[in-house]
Structures are given as C-alpha cells and as structure tokens.
C-alpha cells in the first residue's frame, strides 16, 4: 500500500503539472540505529499519535481554541447571509497554512482530491513541469527533459500569471495546476512573467504524454580518457535502480571518469537519491542530516567501504531542486567532488501528506533536511565549485510578434532577437536593442539562406524560424559549456 501511494503521489507531482518537488523519507538509517520512517501517508499508528497531540493541544489550547469556536458560531448565527458550515472549517485550514509564509504547506480539499483521483489513469499527459508557489505567485521550478513545457521554452523561475487568458490570481497551487494540465493534443496558452524581461511572454504548449525515462547515459572520449555521463532528469521510483544499471554498464566499458548531471531536475522521491548515494558516498560520512521542529537532528549514513576508483564531477543548474540538491551537497560535502555549473534552487524541507478522513489532504513540512556539514540550503541554493554560464543564447526568451521588428526601432524583444542571431552565427552588431543596419543585414542574410522573403524585417515567419532554429542549437549540445568543464574538470587531477 505504501508503495502503491508513494507512486501515485509521484504521477501527481509529475504528470498533473508537477506540484512542488518534494523529498519522502522512508525507513532511512540514522547515526544511533533509529529508522526514520517518513513516507507520503501516515500509518495508524502514527494517525494515533496525531490525535494524541490533537487531544494535547485541546487541553492546553483551550482558550485559543474557544475563540475560534466562537467566532465560528458567531458567523453561523448572525453573519447577514447564510455561510456553509464547510466553508468555514476549510477556510479555517487554509487561513492556518497562510500564517506559515510556506509555500511547501498546501491543502487539497476534497473536491479537489477527487479531481485529481479521478485523472491519474491519464495522468501521464500534461506540460510536464514542476511548480510551486512563491511569494504568491506559481513558479516554474523546473521543465522536464524533452517535455512540451520544455519545448515551448519555459524556464526555472518563470511566473504563471494566467492560463488561457484567465489570471490564475488567487487560486492555490493545485487549482492553477488543475487549470493547467490537460489531453493531450490539446494546446494552453500561458501568460509568463520571466525575471529580468520586462513584458509579459505569451507562450503556447501542446500537452502531450510526459517522457517516464528519468537516467540516460552516455560516453565521450576526452584527451584519449574516456568519460561517463549519466543525466537524472527526476527522482522517481525507479531512478535509482536504473542509475545503478546504466552505472555498471559504462564500468563496464571502463569509464576512467563520471559526469553526473542533475541540471533542470526538481527533485522527487529522497529514497531514490538516498539509494544512488549509497553507491558512490562512504559510510565514514552522513549524506544528509534531518532536522525536526525541536532543532534535534538525525545523520543518515550509507554502507560503503571504498569510495569510486575514478573522479566524478556534478553538473548542477537553477534547475536543480530538493532531491537533486540532497544528491549535489553529499557528493561535495561527504565525497570531496566538484561541482560545475550555476546556482541551485534552493529547497531544503521536507513534507508529509496527511490524509484528513474525509478526502481531503494536508500536505505539512515537518523537517528540514542539512548537508553533511549541517548546512540548510532552504531559499539560497548550493554554489557550484565552479561557476560556469551557458552561452548568451540559452536565456533567450521565446519571441513575441505584435508587428514586424524592423530598422531603427528600440526594444526589448530586438536585445533578445540579436543575441539569437549571434548564437545561430549571424552578425547584427550589437546587442542593445537597437535595430542598426547591421542588425537589418544579419536579418537579411538569415532569410536568405532559410528561403524565406528577404525583407530585413522580422515578422512572424522569420520570428518563427529564428526560434525553433535556437531550439535545435541547444538541444545538439554543441555549445554545451557547463558539460564541458565538467569532462575538463574531471581529468584535471590526472
């Protein structure tokens, strides 16, 4: 049972638009022989203890619990329009998880549990991003590896602001989501607020079936060294026993180095990194440290004698959330090993959803997890070893055509135009937003060689062609410098 929900729960976060990343704990050994058994769902035991506290908190709390009780046969009794009894308890509930200031703390009523049941057979169709809420607005943490979401070019931090033209202002995490996923083949039609960019981005994505393959892998040969790559784009029920079968099969072509890339995963499940460290960290030093609300805290050891015989390198990103940063701060903290990139997300709690008897689910933090050295990364993020940006071209936004761009205008969207233009090889000049001649040239050019009218001008047509022309640059990985730094890093030592 416990199984059957910890999957269910993932195809939720996942698939039905990838509801915060989040980080279970199940059955995990502490440093004095206790086992943590955190998972998704609370046993009766645990559903006695609850109450126990419940009661506990009744007998102690009675004045503060008098006062809610009478302001809510107050309301009942005199408020100028009837009031549904329900709409106060869940408003109640929710005015609670308000005062957290957490965005990890949410509640599903039971209206809303039922939908999201109702839609697990096909719960494998959707965008395919994980989101959160932050500072009330809901955050893209982080796109799937080959999803539509990733396709249409959504980025970490984007701002969903409204979904098909109806602002989602107001609404909870799960009913934006709700809004948001959808059949596939079908299309919605999200308002984007992206940090750093100026004007709303208008971006359109084609649900379609969410790729289930968490770990590719794969190998290059460096300076005459040859180097295994292994990519985990989520941490699923599966991922750690496909990484430690990918992981053997290049020892076996005699990998002499290991590149693991956690860039743009948001996390999942803890037991599938906790399983993947027990491969490669050394039972002399935690991975991760749990602590509860009274400030005790639990170290979580592996039983590995010898650590790799080859050097590793993580690559890490924005992107990169909970379990992906569990799994980058042990292999820098407690294994010694680099890591290449950009800052991470910055999630370091830890939830447990809690069934309500009655359909509805509170999901609470009730840990925050530490490094080995006993840092909480919550809202800051790991720092790479080292610093390494991709090129100017990755960050560009997707472009937005109300009317042509044309010679001598200033704007944003022409800052953004040029610098595609330079990532694809063309020439404009500049990169300050003024359309100069040159800019207009290194248009021209471009039309011409994709047989396209040669106007100078950048319509919706060429606008077109530009993008998806950027979209096929990054997914080559030709210009991949993160990665490459991670394979000059690893033999550096050498």
Do not use: C
């Not at 990733?150 to 984007?158: T, V």
């Not at 701060?329 to 370091?348: D, R, S, V």
Request: avoid cysteine; glycine fraction near 8%.
């Amino acid at each position: 049972m416990k199984k059957r929900y910890l999957v269910a729960f993932f195809i939720l976060a996942m698939v039905l638009g990838g509801v915060v990343s989040y980080v279970g704990m199940e059955m995990v050994q502490s440093d004095n022989g206790q086992a943590l058994d955190q998972d998704n769902v609370l046993d009766d035991s645990s559903q006695a203890s609850v109450g126990a506290i419940l009661d506990g908190v009744n007998q102690g709390k009675a004045d503060e619990l008098m006062k809610v009780t009478k302001a809510y046969n107050l309301i009942q009794e005199k408020y100028v329009t009837e009031v549904e009894s329900n709409q106060l308890v869940e408003g109640a509930i929710q005015g609670m998880l308000a005062t957290l200031d957490d965005p990890y703390s949410t509640y599903m009523d039971q209206e809303t549990m039922e939908q999201f049941n109702n839609t697990i057979s096909s719960s494998f169709e959707g965008i395919g991003t994980e989101v959160s809420m932050r500072d009330g607005n809901v955050t893209i943490v982080s796109p799937f590896k080959g999803s539509p979401a990733e396709e249409a070019g959504l980025k970490p931090n984007d701002q969903i602001l409204s979904v098909d033209g109806e602002s989602i202002d107001g609404l909870d995490l799960y009913e934006a989501v709700l809004k948001i996923r959808g059949e596939k083949g079908t299309t919605v039609t999200l308002e984007i607020k992206r940090p750093g960019v100026e004007e709303a981005l208008t971006v359109d994505v084609k649900r379609d079936t969410i790729p289930i393959e968490t770990v590719y892998s794969d190998v290059q040969m460096v300076d005459g060294q040859k180097a295994g790559i292994i990519e985990i784009t989520s941490f699923s029920e599966n991922t750690a026993a496909d990484f430690e079968q990918q992981l053997e099969k290049l020892e076996k072509q005699n990998i002499e180095g290991l590149v693991i890339d956690v860039r743009g995963n948001p996390g999942g499940l803890f037991p599938a990194a906790q399983d993947i460290l027990s491969l490669l960290i050394t039972k002399d030093t935690p991975y991760v440290q749990i602590e509860d609300s009274n400030g005790e805290k639990e170290r979580y050891f592996s039983n590995l004698s010898k650590p790799k015989s080859y050097p590793i390198t993580v690559l890490i990103d924005e992107g990169s959330a909970s379990a992906s940063e569990i799994l980058a701060g042990a292999m820098h903290e407690a294994g010694g090993y680099e890591l290449i990139g950009t800052k991470t997300f910055g999630k370091g709690t830890v939830q447990q959803a809690i069934p309500m008897g009655d359909g509805s689910n509170l999901k609470l933090t009730i840990f925050k997890w530490l490094t080995p050295e006993g840092n909480w990364i919550h809202e800051k993020g790991i720092e790479p070893t080292k610093e390494v940006k991709l090129p100017d071209y990755y960050y560009t936004n997707p472009i937005q055509i109300d009317k042509p761009l044309t010679y001598d205008q200033t704007d944003d969207k022409i800052a953004n135009l040029q610098t595609m233009l330079e990532g694809l090889g063309y020439d404009p000049g500049r990169t300050d937003g003024y359309y100069s001649k040159q800019t207009e040239a290194a248009v021209k050019q471009l039309q011409q060689d994709n047989d396209l009218p040669v106007t100078g001008e950048v319509d919706k047509e060429t606008g077109k062609n530009i993008q998806e022309a950027i979209i096929d640059k990054v997914r080559n990985k030709e210009d991949d410098t993160q990665m490459k730094k991670a394979l000059e890093v690893l033999f550096e030592s050498e």
